[in-house]
């Protein structure tokens, strides 16, 4: 209980860091923050090009919106894909990036990580207006589901707050973490139904079978990514215009609980040495 007593007595401290971030992400540029809406829209293009228009990958419409535009369809995944692996990049290297502050001022160290995600969640938030205007033009019933998005995307924040922890103490130990990170974050967007239907890996395990003897199928397998789950989820709301499953909000909420766990153990027992280290 101390770790979260220190955090909210740092509440100030953490504002603070994700604005002076956040003005300074694209100070000096001449599209300013509209650079953070350029990234997710070429992925969307370029995806929407190769999957719909060569592969001819079509998902199911809407249940029960009825929407079928691939496009839309595609950035319901991206947003929140987009922004765990930015939330993770950032995380990372919150500590290095900072070792000026660290050496020189006590403060809990903690903050610095949850600042990161912070300060990606600000250009989260202006991608989802977009895209809740897209929605709207399309004919979803989306505003009656943006509240449910944003306790998700608040589940999410937390999953990768915990896992973000442990990657930036990992990543003082081992710098060779934050670029061991980006090539694993390529691997798990393709083992997330980003860019693809789930009913692809779906119908391809039926036709595989138990694997080695047993009833543990790909699908099995594929269902313990976590991503999976949250990525679902959304589009149930943004995309389905429903509540998501309970499967999923269930390992959702199991996830995140145990990523913030671990998380804090890890932080707390190395928060001390950070200074030394660095």
Not at 13 to 34: M, S
Not at 78 to 90: D, E, K
Not at 217 to 237: C, E, G, K, S, W
């Amino acid at each position: 209980m101390q770790f979260f007593r220190e955090l909210w007595s740092s509440r100030e401290l953490l504002g603070n860091l994700v604005l002076r971030e956040t003005r300074g992400q694209y100070k000096r540029t001449v599209l300013g923050r509209l650079w953070s809406l350029l990234n997710p829209l070429a992925s969307m293009l370029i995806y929407t090009f190769i999957f719909s228009m060569v592969f001819r990958i079509q998902p199911e419409p809407g249940d029960p919106s009825g929407l079928n535009i691939f496009p839309v369809w595609l950035m319901c995944g991206l947003l929140p894909w987009g922004f765990f692996m930015g939330s993770l990049n950032a995380t990372a290297n919150s500590l290095v990036s900072n070792a000026g502050l660290i050496t020189k001022v006590y403060f809990p160290r903690s903050v610095l990580p949850l600042a990161a995600v912070g300060t990606i969640g600000m250009n989260w938030l202006l991608e989802m207006l977009v895209l809740t205007i897209a929605l709207l033009l399309v004919g979803a019933n989306v505003l009656m589901w943006i509240p449910g998005t944003l306790l998700m995307m608040l589940l999410l924040a937390m999953f990768a707050s915990g896992l973000g922890w442990i990657l930036s103490i990992v990543n003082i130990h081992f710098r060779d973490t934050q670029y061991l990170l980006t090539i694993l974050l390529q691997l798990w967007m393709y083992l997330t139904p980003i860019i693809y239907p789930v009913s692809l890996i779906r119908d391809m395990s039926d036709r595989v079978g138990g694997l080695l003897g047993t009833d543990v199928t790909v699908f099995d397998i594929y269902t313990l990514n976590p991503m999976y789950h949250f990525v679902t989820a959304f589009r149930q709301l943004l995309y389905d215009n429903r509540w998501p499953d309970t499967v999923h909000l269930v390992t959702c909420v199991g996830w995140t609980a145990a990523a913030v766990l671990v998380g804090v153990v890890v932080f707390n027992r190395s928060e001390k040495k950070i200074a030394e280290i660095l």
